[in-house]
Each structure stands twice: as C-alpha cells, then as structure tokens.
C-alpha cells in the first residue's frame, strides 16, 4: 500500500471527467487500498479517484468516527435524488483549509460495484448523502467551489496558488 499524491485546486487535471471502470480486478483493488490509505492518513471522509490523478470511476468514503467502516463506489450512478435540498458546509483535501455552503439533495440512491465488482444499491442521507454528491462531483470534474460565487472562487484560487508557490520554496 501506499499514500498516493493527492491534487491541490486550481490543478487544471482536477477538471478531468472520469472514465467508466472496464474490470474490478488485482490493478483495481492495490489502487483502491492506496486510496483508502490516503484518505485515512488525511483525515478525510471520502475520496475521488480523480483526487489522485487517476481518472476513472472511483470513490472511497468512511464518514464514521471510529473510521472502520470503508466504503468503495465504483462506476456510481445516482438513481434517485431528494426534492428537498439543504445547504451544507463542504470541505474538499483538494482545497485544503476552505469550508463554505453547497446546497445539495437531502438524500440519494445509488447504485455502485463494491472492491469486489458486486452490484449494491445504497440508500444515503445526512452526511453520506453530501459526501457521495461531492465525491461523484470530482468524477465528471467539479470541485466543490465551483458552486461558490466567482467571487469568492477567485479568492480561493488566488489562495491555494500561494499557498503552492509557498511550499514548493
Ligand atoms: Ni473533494
């Protein structure tokens, strides 16, 4: 296993859409532990494979505390959305240290191939609901502060590119 790098916003491969997986096979399951493992070691929720500059259909998410509860979505397709929607506070490990209001579906279903390539279908609200919204985001190249104003996006981008400039010093 290994921490793989993960991609900081404004990273123009941020925005690239994800491919669908062909195979859940050995390749698969090695990347989808480095991936968990990167998660964990930065105390995030979920993670897209995107995040990683790997551009296929891939999401792993824990949202519990005790963080042993993995979660692996692969190929995920939503096929139910709330009417209700509701405004939540969204933090992303690509846009480190920003937190701000996205609205999204109170709750959703999905249907995904877990780390084996089983067929499930998952029913989410609260928390989970949000983060599998956020996650599937980065999947067709949407980072999360595309939802604020431009605003707002252009401060955050001015931010996170000296906070680059600054680390890579
Ligand atoms: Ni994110």
Redesign the pocket.
């Known amino acids: 296993m290994a921490i793989l790098p993960i991609l900081c916003y404004p990273d123009p491969k941020l925005l690239k859409v994800a491919k669908p997986v062909a195979a859940v096979d050995a390749r698969l399951q090695a990347l989808i532990a480095d991936m968990l493992e990167t998660m964990y070691e930065a105390k995030?929720i979920?993670?897209?494979a995107t995040?990683v500059d790997v551009h296929e259909r891939i999401i792993v998410i824990d949202i519990s505390e005790e963080r042993d509860q993995p979660l692996v979505l692969i190929n995920p397709e939503l096929t139910w959305r709330s009417e209700a929607t509701h405004l939540n506070e969204?933090?992303?490990?690509?846009?480190p240290g920003i937190y701000d209001d996205v609205v999204r579906h109170d709750a959703v279903h999905v249907q995904a191939l877990d780390a084996k390539g089983q067929s499930y279908r998952l029913e989410a609200d609260g928390l989970l609901a949000v983060c599998i919204q956020?996650?599937m985001?980065?999947l067709l190249g949407k980072?999360?502060v595309e939802y604020l104003s431009p605003l707002k996006r252009n401060r955050i981008k001015t931010k996170m590119q000296k906070l680059q400039r600054e680390e890579s010093r």
């Open positions: 995030g979920g993670l897209a995040q969204e933090g992303c490990l690509s846009v956020h996650e985001d980065h980072v999360f």
